[in-house]
């Protein structure tokens, strides 16, 4: 399945279909939904106006969950229906859980940003892990991938490029 790096509800369409034609075969759907290199369990942002948070309801709950949304402004290049006054929210998920958000969601109001790396859950093992994987590079390296890892203290998620675990050599993932 070919991923655009922005889906918006202009070309939501066929990546919304391929999920949908997985999960009507309840095997590949459960080999699927628990394969987290698998593209539906892909980490995306989930990008929408501030104002979408204000709703009434479980529909706040729905689309941010327990975490506290990146605020950043809005860019002309989000085409987003705003003014533009009110900021953007950016949340991680999986694309699964983001494509069933956005069905939610009035069009024009949120975009999904695909290729953003792999977030874990932040915890000790796991940052033990790349800090031991790390110090054994050489210092330019290590330098290099530092700037690549980057722990959000809102949410407690580690992110990281996909190169930092190649280098450190080690099954990042989960920890334990």
Known sequence: MQIPKRITCKNKGPVRKAAEELAGDSVAWDKAINDPDHWLNMPVYLEFPLGELCKE???????????QPEILGIE????????????????????????????LMPDWRWQIITGIGIVAQINRPLVQK???????????????????????????????????????????????
């Open 57 to 67: 309801g479980l529909y706040t709950l729905a689309i941010a969950g327990r975490q």
């Open 76 to 103: 002309e290049s989000d085409r987003f229906n705003a003014q533009g006054l009110e900021g953007k929210g950016r949340i991680v998920k999986t694309l699964c859980s983001a494509l069933t958000t956005t069905d």
């Open 130 to 176: 790349i800090i031991a994987g790390l110090v054994n590079l050489p210092r330019e390296e290590m330098q290099k991938l530092a700037g690549k890892i980057c722990l959000r203290v809102e949410t407690g998620e580690l992110q990281y490029e996909p190169e930092v675990k190649d280098a450190v050599g080690q099954e990042l993932e989960g920890g334990e």
